[in-house]
Nanobody, 114 residues
Framework: VQLQASGGGFVQAGVSLRLSCVVS????????MGWYRQAPGKQRELVAG???????NYADSVKDRFTISRDNAKKTVNLQMNRLKPEDTAVYYC?????????WGQGTLVTVSS
């Protein structure tokens, strides 16, 4: 299984970014997926999840700003991030929304300046 995240960048507060994760080596239909992030000096945290049936859930810190989606045919999981804040600065990763994870990919860095 390979998880290739992209779309990060250096942006100013208030703008939007769209992250994409290409998942190869599995049938994506069979897995609940999530976007995680790890800020400097902090533990990795789940920010958004999407189940096989399309239901979603979000961390309180990103609710109403971030939207997770999936395209099983294209084997992608996306994260639309609006109204970015400096505290959203982190490396973002996608992976299974499960105790059992795939091997982590390299992630994509999002830096938000104030």
């Amino acid at each position: 299984v390979q998880l290739q995240a992209s779309g990060g960048g250096f942006v100013q507060a208030g703008v939007s970014l769209r992250l994409s994760c290409v998942v190869s080596g599995i049938n994506l239909n069979n897995y609940d997926m999530g976007w995680y992030r790890q800020a400097p000096g902090k533990q990795r945290e789940l920010v958004a999840g999407i189940s096989r049936d399309g239901s979603t859930n979000y961390a309180d810190s990103v609710k109403d700003r971030f939207t997770i989606s999936r395209d099983n045919a294209k084997k992608t999981v996306n994260l639309q991030m609006n109204r970015l804040k400096p505290e959203d600065t982190a490396v973002y990763y996608c992976n299974r929304k499960s105790i059992v994870k795939f091997l982590w990919g390299q992630g994509t860095l999002v830096t938000v300046s104030s």
